[in-house]
Structures are given as C-alpha cells and as structure tokens.
C-alpha cells in the first residue's frame, strides 16, 4: 500500500519543515500508542513513566479521547490544526472554533459513536468545552513531561534536513527521508495503510517530524486542507529520558557533569555545534584532533546540552534547548 504524493516544480521550492514538534499532533498519535503494546522497546518506559498522571485523568476524559484517536484507523482532521505550529493554546483554540458542520463530516470517519459523544458532533458548547479539558489534561500528563526530549529530537532530524537541503538539493533531500519513503521524481511514494494520491499543485508540502509517529507516516484526510505529512523521527529505547534520569526530572548528578563542560574548549565546542556539526567537523572548528572532539561531544550530551543522531556513517552533533539558552545567556565568544 502506498501513499504517492505528487511535486511540480514550485512544489519542490515550498517544502517547509517544522520549526518545533507540532503538540497536537503528538498528543493524537501517542493517545493511539499508550493504550497499546507497539513498539514496546521503544514506548514501554514511557508507557510506565506517564501512567501514573494518566491514572489522575477523569476516566470519561480518556474514553472519550480514544474514541477520537484510536490505536487503529483514521481520526478527525480538526484535532490537529495548522494553527498548533503556533502552540498548544493556539492549537486548541482552532479545535474549540471548528464549525459545527466540520465536526460532524469528521467524526463520521469513526465507527459509529456512542450516545454521551453525540453532543461533539451537534457542536454543543459543553462538549466543546469538555474536549478542550481532556485534550489539555492528557497532553499535561502524557506529553508535557518529554517535551524537552521532543524538542531536541525534532532540532537534531531539521539539522540532517537542512544540511542534505544544501549539499544534494530539494530532490536529494527527500530521497533521504526514508526508509519509509521514497523519491521517483516528480513522486514521493510513502508507505501507507492504503493507496491514496494526493496531488500538491503549487501549494507545496509541511514536513513535521514526530516522537510518536510510529512506523508509518501520516497525513490528513481532507486533500482540501493544506497539504502536510507527519513523519517517524529517528529515535532509539532511550528517546524519552533526559541526562541522568527521566525527562523533566533533575538529574542528581546534573551539578557535578555541568562543571565538566566550564573549560574554555568544551565552551568552545558548545560554541561550534550551534547550527549543527560532525564530529569531524567539530574537531576542525576546535582545531583539536578529532577523538578528542569526540570525547567533548560525549561530555555536552551527558550534560544535557546537546543531542547526537547518527545517519549511516555520520554523527550530526546539535544543540538542545538547555544548550541553546546557555549560549544565549552568555552570548561573548
């Protein structure tokens, strides 16, 4: 099965990536994956991390919740708006908003709906309201707690993008995205529950990179709406955890690994990984030889101040959003 999503010329030229992970998309499709036992090696320690948040939600929240989003099978486009890549209030601010005619064509992809869901579809104002808290509460539990993780995740995979973007061009770029995707100009061919076209014609293509898209990419329903694919971020068993425990928790040995990395060349290399580097590259930045490079590397990763991901042979070395405020504070070379 395979989704073909056709380019023109000024479709190649309109390719977007997001700038952060998108927070509604990544609250839908993780509510498809923490009920459900794939991908254990890589969600099962999240799974345990966030159960106990999950367990405070008011039961009805989360029934409701994987009504819309189940673990299998299409889900509303209106639960993931354009206006998320904005933020979390400004995407549910677009969920709250949709017409009362939108809901009720979208919830129609879903099987049929239980009797205490129906107020959704006629667009009651209290169901709406209701949504809006579940939606809030489940991402506070489930998403919240990784969303520095996210952010490095989604950083490191647009600085691989971008540095294919000028080293082989627009096409060269996505016939490295996969290995679930494809290039056969003018043709991106994407693994897919189902064979489906969908034709860009001028309006270019969202590319957004996500935690917990899981296999194969995603894409909304409606070929009206403006075109995007949601696509799994390299990621390994350890994705969810921060520098010396769980993310968003301090990590105990946080204090004496920060002054680690207080020499003037460890601030260096922080210096030089800013718009992203290889280790080879850091080393000729640094002027230092390159196993020495790559010991510094380690030690800013354990410190939680950058992120490494590796593309075949190359490992592409870039900040995280506690390294990039460090630099901001202290912006003198």
């Not at 667009?123 to 509460?137: S, V």
């Amino acid at each position: 099965m395979v989704l073909r999503v056709h380019f023109t010329g000024e479709d190649l030229s309109r390719i977007r990536f997001a700038g952060a992970p998108d927070p509604l998309w990544e609250t839908v499709l993780s509510l498809a994956l923490v009920g459900t036992g794939r991908g254990r090696a890589v969600f099962d320690p999240w799974r345990a991390r966030v159960r106990a948040g999950l367990a405070r939600l008011p039961r009805w929240h989360l029934r409701l919740l994987r009504h819309l989003a189940p673990p299998v099978g299409d889900f509303p486009d209106f639960l993931t708006p354009q206006e998320a890549s904005g933020g979390m209030t400004a995407g549910l601010d677009a969920v709250l908003a949709t017409p009362r005619r939108r809901l009720r064509e979208e919830l129609a992809v879903l099987p049929a709906a239980p009797a205490w869901a129906r107020p959704l579809a006629d667009g009651d104002r209290a169901a709406l309201a209701a949504l809006g808290e579940a939606i809030r509460g489940y991402h506070h539990a489930a998403v919240a707690p990784v969303w520095p993780r996210l952010r490095a995740l989604v950083e490191a995979e647009r600085a691989v993008r971008a540095r294919a973007l000028l080293d082989r061009g627009s096409q060269g770029m996505l016939g490295g995205l996969g290995p679930a995707m494809r290039w056969k100009a003018p043709v991106l061919e994407v693994d897919y529950p189902r064979e489906r076209d969908i034709h860009l014609e001028g309006r270019g293509l969202s590319l957004i990179p996500s935690a917990f898209c899981w296999r194969t990419p995603v894409t909304l329903i409606d070929p009206g709406l403006s075109p995007v694919l949601v696509y799994p971020v390299p990621r390994g068993p350890e994705w969810w955890t921060a520098p010396g425990g769980p993310a968003g928790a301090p990590a105990a040995s946080g204090t004496r690994t920060l002054a680690k990395v207080l020499g003037p060349t460890r601030a260096a290399c922080l210096r030089a990984i800013e718009d992203g580097c290889t280790t080879g590259e850091l080393a000729r930045r640094t002027g230092v030889a390159e196993p020495t490079a790559s010991q510094h590397a380690t030690t800013l990763r354990e410190a939680g101040l950058s992120a490494s991901t590796r593309h075949g042979n190359t490992v592409l070395h870039v900040l995280t959003p506690l390294g990039a405020a460090l630099l901001r504070a202290n912006p003198g070379r």
